[in-house]
């Protein structure tokens, strides 16, 4: 069974950082991806960053140069990803999900998507 547990939410003040992991177990297929999503009180869920089993990344305009998304593989049914977030913005207040599919088609597109975390809440005060 494919079970996804992010870790290392909390509040911090603009300009912070702050590192989400997301430990992965169960996930026997050869070939995935990994994505990070957010979503914020009264908005849809918006794919943050993604990494691919052959280590290809991919990020939010929002996002890019400010996070780093990043996976150590322990075997091939356990994998801990994580999202190293720099010069947090209020606008980047949201609840993060991990989440797992299948390598192809679009990294960012939700549907996609076939294991999902629980979350973990990020606050960046002004």
């Known amino acids: 069974q494919v079970q996804l547990v992010e870790s290392g939410g909390g509040s911090v003040q603009a300009g912070g950082s702050l590192r989400l992991s997301c430990a992965a177990s169960?996930?026997?297929?050869?070939?995935?991806?990994m994505g990070w999503f957010r979503q914020a009180p009264g908005k849809e869920r918006e794919g943050v960053a993604a990494?691919?089993?052959?280590?290809?990344?991919?990020?939010?305009d929002s996002v890019a140069g400010r996070f780093t998304i990043s996976q150590v593989s322990l075997d091939n049914a356990k994998n801990t990803v994580y999202l190293q977030m720099n010069s947090l913005k209020p606008e980047d207040t949201a609840m993060y999900y991990c989440?797992?599919?299948?390598?192809?088609?679009?990294?960012?597109?939700?549907?996609?998507?076939?294991?999902w975390g629980q979350g973990t809440q990020v606050t960046v005060s002004s």
């Open positions: 989440a797992a599919k299948g390598m192809g088609g679009t990294w960012r597109n939700v549907d996609e998507y076939n294991y």
């Open positions: 169960g996930y026997t297929y050869s070939s995935y991806c």
């Open positions: 990494i691919d089993s052959d280590g290809s990344t991919s990020y939010a």
